[in-house]
């Protein structure tokens, strides 16, 4: 069942994604023609250096590039808004009376929409790369990259052999609990905006969206200062306590995953509870 | 298993407002039932929680014995009044939609009474009028071989030629061991086809029996009989 709900999740994002994608892709593509006129990889300039008109050329270059780099940020910005209103759209508009009927847990409901989201954002980032690779890389590049990176690379595998034991374990650790916590607080501040939601669902008949947006302040302010005391605390409590550098990185890492883990089973409760039992359609 | 839904103590409160309250209602297999009642006498809001989209307050509510639930939503069937289809698919892919989640969900019965009504599978929900797309989930909701269906208004918004036809689907579609629950207010056209009636009026249950009773004890028509009890 999560298989198939995430099957059609994907379909009904990938029309808003997709086109998203190509879009900044194509920028890449315009910015980097405009680069080569003006000389980036080859000394080939189309037009001579003090000419007027490659005055605006270079204006046009210039704005191109403006809009590519604005185009990135909105494109992470939009994914973002995309995840958020498809799950009201799907989940708390019309087309629930669809979804909550068909023989499926909410849980499965949240989870399709969560490993969703996670997987498009990993595809936004690709996306990104993919898109600055298209705008910067030559042949220079290339070449560089060939000459260099196997030796670059031999190095830190090499590097990494000759240090002691200890150490290998400890980056080896660092590594694991960073992309761990990279996943866990992808997935925990995520499922707080559905929790919003669901609490601007539950409190509110007429203002469902007012409700979520103050539901999202006051959680916010009051994660802040639940953050702000646990620090306080941890900061104590280390003072007592003599602890390596590596030690001491480990424990923020690990506590950092501790907290958006609760985090995360704090918003799901949250989304859980009012899918399954105060859910209110209209 | 005889009964086919059971309710018991039912009740919704919305903030101090109960939109219904329920003592006891059971209802059998192989029927068909009218729910009919005023407007805002908690029609919908029976019929949304024996479809699972919205939880009671008190009591409890299982069909064939089994409490409402991912399983129960297997069972039955349910057509709300509103279009809740997603503008983006075609035809087909709703129907693949359903055959994917619904193991009961009978495709070529699907498409035939697609083609009856001579709908495309090929057309874009969102290029249609709102009536068609009232055909189509129609048209979704019957070609489920369930136990229990509902019908939130289901001829509300239509022409009468489709009123007709729409009744005839119903009838015809439904196989003996089926339940259909249809809520209404056109009880004219609809109480040639009714085994049951249940009253409601302002969340409570004014009554509950077989038509030929009703039309026995009162000597007129459900629709006259209607009229009579819910007089303004």
Redesign the interface.
Known sequence: ?LV?LMK?EFK?TA?MFLPMYLIILALALINRLFMELNGYSTSFRIFPENDMIQSILSILTGATMTIYILGLIAMFFISFIIFVYRFYK?LMC?????M??????PSQHIWAKLHTSMIWSVATILVFILSLFILLLNGDGIQWMVQNLPFLFHNLIKGFFETELITQFHLVFFIIEFIVLLVVSNYSGIVFYYACLALGHRLSKKHKILYAIGAYLVISFVMQIVALILMMFAGIFLESIVLSPTALGHLIMIGSIILSAAEFVLFFFITHSTL??????E | MENILECRGVSKIYTQFPALNFTNLTVKRGRIVGLLGPNGSGKTTLIKMISGILTPSSGSISINGIPVGAQTKNMVSYLPERTYLNDWMKVRDIIDFFSDFYTNFNKEKAYDMLKRLQINDGDRLKTMSKGTKEKVQLVLVMSRETDLYLLDEPIGGVDPAARDYILDTIISNYSENSTVIISTHLIYDIEKILDDIIFINQGNLFLAASTDEIREQHGKSIDAYFREVFRC
Request: overall charge positive; cysteine-free; charged content about 25%.
């Open positions: 069942m198939k059609y009904a029309r799907n019309d087309e629930g009376y669809l909550m009927t068909l023989p499926v847990k399954s039992k105060h859910l209110n359609l």
